[in-house]
């Protein structure tokens, strides 16, 4: 009865307003106003400049993928702190707009807020600082204490340069695909650099396709871990993390920053302000900026990305063959990246002793997506072992694979930019 009571009272309100129309409408015909010509050309003009007039099915359909967005995000709580921001991004930049010339609306018309917001965007500034927020939070000792590990993060990257040769494969230009293949990392902010520097003209459905998977990591990864990793193999314990020193924690972003800038020197605006971000956590003095940098500042930064990204996304750029294709070869790489951490693992217990063994459901974790990976990796091995608890080994490559992918990205930018 609630639901009808409302219904009545908006057809009342609308009736509210469209009586006095009729009754100027009736006095104009009577009278044979001049003015009656005037109202009926203003109202034209109104019903013109509506989104009514200028709607396109194609927009109906972006704006329901930013609501289905949305409605992922807080039914099965799919990365809700990105597909909130990008599914109502989606619906606001698909709003039929009046083509009004000189009109500032949209996020392509200069002088709009839309437009400024979205430089973040363009330029690279949006993902630098959220790498700066990632670098405050992220706990390195679990790979400081166990290097070894690193490679399953450089190993879950083969999913980028296996994206790289299938974008190629399937007609997209180098650049494209150069772009395209950092989705294979699940790694957002990094896909976002990577293609507003290389394809701009994709960057909505690389971005989108990348938190996608990251959102999708619980669903994606277990089958392909429990395929190549046997139950003898899943029970592996591994060694306890030795304790890492404070001289440790402050040096590695400083040896971090150096190596990887001087290896890849494109991937410098991400990986300097990760490792900048980590040593204002670390150096115990600056205790006050990493809480910024961690809390506050990212989450900001997290809804201009996502509701830019979003907005910038059209029915025409989207709807298209090319949209197809980037989703299928994310789906692909990401199931490669996973596999290619995992069957590494396996290959590095062959020259390992019994006792310094490691688990190769640790290897899944070589991908980007922080923390989710790791997660996935701590749930699988309770799954066989209730008492194997591989969270902190896990984050070793999770966390090497942010860097890795970083670097790969800048490897893109070298190449094809």
């Known amino acids: 009865m609630k639901k ?9 309100l609308l009736f509210m307003l469209i009586l006095p129309t009729m009754n100027l409408e009736a006095q104009s015909i009577a009278q044979g106003d001049q003015s009656g010509g005037a109202f009926f050309s203003g109202m034209a003009k109104f019903w013109e400049n509506s989104g009514f007039y200028n709607f396109d099915y194609r927009q109906l359909l972006m704006i329901a993928i930013g609501l289905l967005l949305i409605h992922l995000a807080i039914k099965f709580k799919y990365e809700p702190l990105l597909l909130v921001p990008i599914g109502t991004g989606l619906i606001i930049g698909n709003i039929p707009l009046p083509a009004t ?28 600082l959220i790498f700066l927020g990632i670098g ?28 790289f040769i299938g974008a190629v494969a399937l007609g ?20 976002i650099f990577a293609s507003s520097n290389l394809a701009p003209h994709l960057l909505g459905s690389i971005a989108i396709a990348a ?36 001289l440790e924690k402050i040096l590695f972003p400083l040896i971090g920053l ?58 025409a750029l989207f709807l298209s063959v090319s949209s197809i294709k980037i989703f299928l070869l994310g789906a692909i790489s990401f199931a490669i990246a996973t596999a290619g951490g995992v069957l590494f693992a396996k290959a590095m217990n062959l020259f390992l ?8 459901l640790i290897g899944a974790a070589g991908v980007s997506a922080v923390p989710a990976s790791a997660r996935v990796v701590q749930s699988e091995g309770l799954r066989s072992d209730p008492n194997n608890h591989l969270l902190m080994h896990a984050m070793a490559p999770n966390v090497s694979g942010v860097i890795g992918s970083a670097v790969a990205a800048g490897i893109m930018l070298s190449f094809f930019m």
Not at 284 to 309: F, H, K, P, Q
């Open 353 to 360: 002793k019994k006792g310094d063994k490691v688990n190769p």
């Open 4 to 12: 009808f009571a409302a219904i009545y009272t908006i057809l009342g």
């Open 211 to 246: 938190y996608s998977y990251m959102a999708l990591v619980p669903v994606i990864q277990p089958p392909i871990m429990r395929l190549l990793v046997s139950k003898k193999e899943r029970v592996i314990r591994m060694k306890p993390p030795r304790a890492v020193s404070k």
């Open 101 to 128: 010339e000189g009109a500032t609306i949209g996020i392509n018309d200069e002088g709009s807020v839309l437009y400024y917001l979205y430089f973040g965007v363009k330029e690279g500034i949006y993902p630098s």
């Open 258 to 315: 150096l190596l990887t800038a001087f290896i890849s020197p494109g991937s410098l605006p991400l990986l300097g302000m990760l490792f900048f971000g980590n040593l204002l956590k670390e150096s115990g003095v600056t205790n006050r900026l990493a809480e910024t940098a961690r809390t506050s500042m990212v989450d900001i930064v997290t809804i201009l990305l996502g509701l830019t990204v979003g907005a910038s996304t059209s029915a």
């Open 172 to 191: 997209f230009a180098v650049n494209e695909a150069g772009a395209i293949a950092i989705i294979g990392g699940a790694d957002g902010p990094t896909a």
């Open 136 to 163: 405050a939070m992220t706990d390195f000792s679990s790979l400081i204490s166990n290097p070894r590990l690193m490679l399953l993060g450089a190993a879950a990257q083969i999913g980028i340069f296996a994206t």
